[in-house]
């Protein structure tokens, strides 16, 4: 059997001259605020804030209604009716910080491009044009419906090693109501282009130079294919 | 509300432990952008699974997660996408010894220097599962079965690794300082 006894000798080493990397203060900063934003979005959920209405029994299995219900209780909150732009860009980055935070946002999760577009048009009623891109380093993951203020939006889901990237599709007249100039918004990372009459907004927690080489790449190749 | 406790309980668990999961993450992945990506995986993560803290000291079970979303990562980094086997990475006593002849080798020389920089190389030098047991011994002070528990290894596998790890680590001190003579 080996020698099980302490060794004062490697433990004084270790403990006194091996470096103890300290946690960098952006990072300690970011990870405290992307919570706070996906707390901030569950606080006006429709469950706690039914239960607080006392109709527990009131039952929305649709996710779509939920969520409806949720971005609407949000616009009224934060927006107070108003259209204002930065709210919106606000909405967004909640609801890519809430998706990343609850891990299992997904609705229908393939690498296969016919299988997510097809699925997106289908509760959107608009084409975005999704392409895996497992090849370049960025494989699709999948798609899910995001909610910018009361209005549901396609989303698809790509990944970049540990990080998640959330392709947002809006309809021009949605676009138009956010901020001119994207890039980025506390913490996240932001780019935008537009294709064929849909305008997409890429968000992640990734290097802004890493996303918009993810957005020329994507972007490309939805030009050539569109 | 469950949802506020919930976050307030995320928001101790980073302001006291966030160093401690660094430092792991930093040792183990062996530089700062796969360290921070490691961190910002696990601390989601807990965040999702924090109803399972339950009375378990929630330093070593916030290193667990951090400890496993490293070896997903390593296992990535090496082209596989199982999770990586451990024990496969710490037969390097060969290499151990390759080091100590081979005079030439950068590594070598890098461990040339003061103290603290041949404890560094030498722990950095370390099979990845020697390098995780003594920075949670040594570094975090965490008793065995915490450490078992982190790793995924009965108690009896820690003390041995540990012992194995300690040997490991004083040889590669050694060969560093001996170098200086040369």
């Known amino acids: 059997m080996t020698d099980l006894s302490e060794d004062t000798e490697v433990k004084k080493l270790l403990k006194t001259q091996a470096e103890y990397f300290v946690a960098p203060a952006d990072l300690r900063n970011r990870l405290t605020q992307s919570m706070q934003y996906a707390e901030h979005k569950k606080n006006f959920s429709p469950s706690s804030l039914l239960g607080w209405l006392g109709a527990p029994a009131l039952q929305l299995t649709s996710s779509f209604a939920i969520g409806a219900l949720m971005a609407f209780l949000i616009t009224g909150a934060w927006i107070s009716g108003q259209q204002d732009q930065k709210s919106n860009l606000l909405a967004l980055a909640a609801d890519h910080a809430h998706a990343m935070v609850t891990q299992n946002t997904i609705e229908i999760a393939s690498s296969n491009m016919h299988t997510v577009k097809p699925w997106l048009s289908s509760q959107l009623g608009y084409s975005p044009l999704v392409f895996d891109l497992a090849e370049q380093g960025f494989p699709l993951v999948g798609g899910r419906r995001g909610f910018i203020g009361a209005t549901p939006v396609a989303v698809a889901v790509y990944s970049y090693r540990q990080h998640e990237i959330d392709v947002y599709v809006l309809k021009p007249a949605l676009y138009q109501k956010f901020p001119k100039n994207l890039e980025s918004m506390d913490g996240f990372n932001i780019t935008s282009w537009q294709v064929d009459g849909l305008n997409y907004i890429a968000i992640s927690d990734m290097n802004a130079n890493q996303l918009r080489a993810f957005g020329t790449l994507l972007s490309s190749q939805q030009e050539i294919n569109q | ?182």
């Open chain 2, 1 to 182: 509300m469950f949802a506020g406790n919930k976050t307030k309980r995320f928001e101790v668990l980073i302001s006291e432990h966030l160093d401690a999961a660094y430092n792991l993450a930093r040792w183990l992945m062996g530089n700062e952008a796969d360290a921070r990506d490691v961190v910002q995986t696990a601390s989601l993560r807990a965040l999702t699974y924090m109803e399972s803290l339950r009375g378990q000291e929630a330093k070593a079970w916030f290193l667990g997660i951090i400890r496993n979303c490293c070896m997903t990562a390593l296992g990535e980094r090496s082209g596989r996408v199982a999770d990586i086997d451990v024990d496969s990475l710490i037969n390097s006593n060969d290499e151990l010894a390759k080091l100590g002849t081979s005079a030439s080798s950068p590594e070598l020389e890098l461990m040339r220097r003061d103290e603290r920089s041949r404890v560094n190389s030498a722990l950095r030098y370390l099979p990845v599962g020697y390098r995780e047991v003594l920075i949670l011994r040594e570094m975090e002070e965490l008793a065995y079965d915490q450490i078992a528990s982190i790793t995924g290894v009965p108690v009896g596998t820690v003390m041995s690794r540990l012992s194995r790890a300690r040997q490991s680590f004083k040889q590669a001190f050694l060969i560093s300082s001996e170098g200086e003579s040369v």
